[in-house]
């Protein structure tokens, strides 16, 4: 029987107790699949500034390198605002990714008609919507050189390399081979250079994936019909900035952040998270949302493990949970049939 490490990392605020909920949908999962896990606990964050004097001590890194996949909670809170950069848990969380190399990012937008078909549907929740932003992750404007400020000027540099942009581009095809096959690539070619290389490159990527039908689409434009149509997406391509913006942009098509998972990949070991971060407001109260939590369990399936009848049985439960009126607090204002706490919500989606 096959046996995955799973290097969990709780972090702060909700952390522990959103990932608890996932590591009890996986275990039951695993119940019923020929493969089984073992879990191993890491401190990243606040927590491991307050333990270690270090938001990202040696040890969890360790600990990642050893493992077979990377769950992960969310981290800081205001709490350690206050300490000099390079101690917040942020930057903790920013030198891991750098450390692991994943140069991915994975981030889905759903709206699940299982929770809109039950309620008085929300004017911003468009039904159908399933995208997936594939975003270049540790190159760009947010890393190119060269970069610097004196008193009247700053200045940044928006570099991709052929390479960068071959390798995003393949997690791009690759993912749409398993999506509807449609890859929107963005890009702001009719001004950057460093966007025309994007664009030439990926169309030359393009050729490995002849089933993939690849479109073009200027970064404002994106922007403008992920409001006007966001069902015409399934794949966009995009590099580090752009996909900040989009991603986040997309996020709020789906009705609370307390559902939406993300996946770091490209290295050996991905990183699999929820897109909300610890919220420092609710923690404690057991009212927050676990499913962005366990869709990113999902995710460590499909994406990191291979598991990919494990991962759709993840989701079809989660779909069951929204279609069946369970609520948490936070998605309330769809009819509920009942609100239940984070830990009822964990149990009810493990036990189908
Ligand atoms: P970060 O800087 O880490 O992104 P933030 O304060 O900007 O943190 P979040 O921690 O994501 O943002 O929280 C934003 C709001 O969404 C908060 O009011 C929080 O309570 C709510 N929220 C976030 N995650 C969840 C969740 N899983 N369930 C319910 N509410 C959530
Ligand atoms: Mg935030």
Known sequence: MKKYKIALIKGDGIGPE???????????????????????????????????????PKETINIALNSDAVLFGAIGGEKWDTLPREMRPESGLLRFRKELGVY?????????????????????????????????????????????????????????????IVRIAHQAFKIAMQRSKRVCSVDKANVLDVSQLWRDTVIEVAKEYPEVELSHMYVDNAAMQLIRDPRQFDVMLTGNIFGDILSDEASMLSGSIGLLPSASVGAKIGVYEPIHGSAPDIAGQGIANPIATIASASMMLRYGLDEIAAAKKIDDAIKKALSEGYRTQDLAQFDAKEVCSTSEMGSIIANY
């Open 18 to 56: 959103i990932v608890d909920e996932a590591v009890k949908v996986l275990d039951a999962v695993a119940s019923c699949s020929d493969f089984s896990f073992s879990y191993e606990e890491a401190l990243m964050g606040g927590c491991a500034y307050d333990i270690a004097g270090d938001p990202l």
């Open 104 to 164: 991915a990012n994975l981030r889905p937008a759903v709206v699940y008609d299982e929770l809109i078909n039950a309620s008085s549907l929300k004017a911003s929740v468009v039904k159908g919507v399933d995208l997936m932003v594939v975003r270049e992750l540790i190159g760009g404007i947010y890393f190119g050189e060269p970069k610097g400020r004196t008193a009247d000027k700053g200045w940044n540099t928006m570099v991709y390399t052929r390479d960068e």
